[in-house]
């Protein structure tokens, strides 16, 4: 649905910026893809440069088979109608009411006034505001503004829904109920939708597929399930480790705190299961056929995709330490060595 | 009520026709320049706030040029504009003097100071609503006058009220050089006479004026306000 070929964007001034470092993607029809990275990371850049509200200086942007680097202002604002997005800050218009603000990229379609009428209810039905017609965006909150949005950005039967940081500025509880709505609406619709975010949590709650930016370039990128439990890149490990507490342990052994204190022989380890070890009982297993004593300091299960992921830290004693972790591997269970008593 | 006034005021109840004259004429300058300066000045000040460096319809020659008739015309005191502009009356409106001689100078002296306003206005409009106009494919016209324009309107109606306010300052020194209205009946009579009710009676006018052109200002800015 989406393809980007080289695309490099490059901000000329007193400093020159480069924000999007030849990127290459491919977005498949219908499908979540999350683009992720710190701020300046470049992302925000690089999701306009879909709907070319930036011009790349440089690659191709083609969307539902059209090359809209290619197109004059005229064509690529009829293109920009199938192409609709949504903001961190809304971007409601204030002077109108929440119905008036759906049907605006209406204006000039054709339809008539009932058609139109009809359309905007059916829409504010379908993000749950239907009793909110007549209001003004400021009598609303941020999450019923972002609905508002999105029924605005689905009344040109877009293809394509670019989500920039949709989600930023509200509370976590909304943002899941935002979420939902986006993936609600992917599943119900077929539409293509690119998140934009910072925030891992996000990319794991809905996203199919992921991209990880850094200082403009694409680092990384793949299933979120592979990603989640693979990571190759530091930048992608950091995003990761906000999810889950096991990073944490590193800060505690630092700190020397008591609960690292290891008996001569124990190791601190921390260990990683795929999806098709998760569910079986590795701990019980190297306990009992060892003789360690495994005491779980931090543990953590993900569903991701459908799948589950798992990884726990714990202090593992006893005289055949070597050999239990030599059967974890076997077991294809990643284990890291953190500390050595 | 007769006997009262004419105890109160003496000098306006004997050139009552005159005042009333007058009235008229400070009337009419405040209404056909006040027309003029919206129907001229929005548009100007449009151009003034598309054409800036890094807006929509950017343009540096024609931003220089505007910006710098605003900035001239605004530097340059009314009653000196209306004498340097004497001959252009003439040539358009075939006089100098009375209503008809006050347009020309009016005109050139509200729309740059209009303009600025509605400049002013436009620039308050979040630049993240033109963003989502551009995302919903919108044109820049349709930005213009779907988005900004639409948005703008409490500050673009703050903007007209502060523009009549002044304007009706100007129709009153405009009296000085010979275009009639109240203010040239306070100087001729109330100043150079030395009769204080007629002062007094125009500047009550013209305070009612004000607070009336004021009042509705804040009305149409309250009722556009969401």
Known sequence: MITLDHVSKTFTGANEVHAVRDVSLTVDDGEIFGIIGYSGAGKSTLVRCINLLEKPTAGTVTVDGKELTAMGEKDLRQERKKISMIFQQFNLLP???????????????????????????????????????????????????????????LASDPKVLLCDEATSALDPQTTQSILHLIQDINR???????????????????CHRVAVMDAGAVVEEGTVFDVFSSPQQSVTRSFVSTTSNLGKI??????????TALAPGAVIARLNYGHSNVSEATISEISRRFNVDVNIIFSNVEIIGGQSLGGLVA????????EAIGYLSEKNVVVEVLKRG | ?????????????????????????????????????????????????????????????????LNKICDIFRSIPFILLAMILLGLSRLIMGTGIGVKGAIIPLTFATVPFLGRQIE????????????????????????????????????????????????????????????????????????????????????????????LVQTIGNAVVKKTSH
């Open chain 2, 1 to 65: 009520m007769a006997e009262f006034l004419t105890s109160i005021m003496p000098h306006v109840v004997e050139r009552s026709d005159q005042f009333w004259q007058a009235f008229r004429e400070t009337l009419q300058m405040v209404g056909i320049v006040g027309v003029l300066a919206v129907v001229i000045g929005i548009p100007f000040g449009v151009l003034l706030f598309a054409t800036k460096p890094g807006a929509i319809l950017q343009n540096r020659p024609v931003h220089f040029i």
């Open chain 1, 315 to 322: 202090v593992i004693s006893g005289d055949r330490v070597r």
């Open chain 1, 250 to 259: 590193e800060a505690l052994i630092a700190a020397d705190d008591p609960m």
């Open chain 1, 188 to 206: 119900k619709t077929g539409i293509t939708v690119v998140v934009i975010t910072h925030e891992m949590a996000v990319v794991k709650e809905i």
């Open chain 1, 95 to 153: 002077s109108r009411t929440v119905a008036q603000n759906v049907a605006f990229p209406l204006k000039g379609s054709g339809l008539g006034k009932e058609v139109v009428r009809k359309k905007v209810m059916d829409l504010l039905d379908m993000v749950g505001l239907p009793d909110k017609a007549d209001a003004y965006p400021s009598q609303l909150s941020g999450g019923q503004k972002q609905r508002v949005a999105i029924a605005r950005a």
């Open chain 2, 120 to 211: 002013g206005a436009l620039s308050e409009v979040p630049a993240g609503l033109l963003e989502a106009a551009q995302s919903m494919g919108c044109s820049p016209w349709e930005i213009i006058t779907r988005v900004y324009l639409k948005e703008a309107i409490p500050g673009i109606a703050r903007g007209v009220t502060i523009t009549l306010i002044s304007l009706i300052n100007f129709t009153a020194i405009a009296g000085a050089i010979g275009a009639g209205g109240l203010g040239s009946f306070a100087i001729s009579y109330g100043h150079s006479r030395g009769y204080t009710d007629i002062m007094w009676t125009v500047l009550i006018i013209i305070i009612i004026m004000v607070s």
